[in-house]
């Protein structure tokens, strides 16, 4: 018994000398602090949506700004050189009218030496029958410009078809509100080239008529003069006595 309690009083006394030479222990204590990382959490997660936010932002605009581009964007294709060249023709054809045309001034001058409203006892038959000759050449060169002007109108309709499948065709493909409103108005601009076509028509029919009407009436007026020419000519017959033998 003495022999093992000196045995463990020199264990003991080991123990406490490799005690006083072993380096000094640093304790590290890691703290965690739940209100102080929640509140970390709400402010990166509010960040978050805030840089979601100016995300989201920033593709409207870009949306926005990509409309706008395609409501400016043009109409790739225009019909203005083929109606002006349609309106060019036409005036033309207007503009070509024989002897009397579509001037006020033009027709009134005419109209004073060619169809005068009554013919005096002095103009000469030679005039009559001038007079007579030149209505009737303004009556057919009439219906002869009316002819040409509706050719020329009927030649306009595969070219009228063409630019109406054109601008339907654009219209339908338009992206933007400026395209669709550009091919709005050049349909528009159409339907105006086709009426103003229309009204050239009318204008020369109406012209024609107008010369065959003058035509017969101052036809009328003159048959009246050459009847009362041949009622009146000379004077009447006096009886006188004739001596047949002597």
Known sequence: MKWSRALIGVICAT???VGDFAP????QWIVFDPTNYSQNVLTAARELQQVNNEIASLQNEARMLIN????????PYSSLAELEQTINQTQQLLAQAQ???YDVSTI???FAQTYPQAYSSATSSQQLLADAHT???????GYQD???VQAGVVQNLNATSTQVDALVSSSQAATGALQAAQSGNQLLALQTTQLSQLTAVMASMA?????????HIESKEQAQQQLSRFLNYGPSYQPQTVHMFP
């Open 15 to 17: 123990a406490l000398c």
């Open 24 to 27: 000094p222990a640093r304790a």
């Open 68 to 75: 706008q581009a395609r409501n400016l964007a043009s109409l």
């Open 99 to 101: 002897n009397i045309g």
């Open 108 to 110: 009134n001058q005419a």
């Open 135 to 141: 209505r009737w050449e303004n009556a057919l060169a």
């Open 146 to 148: 009316a002819m040409r």
């Open 207 to 215: 012209r024609a008529e107008s010369l065959q009407a003058a035509m």
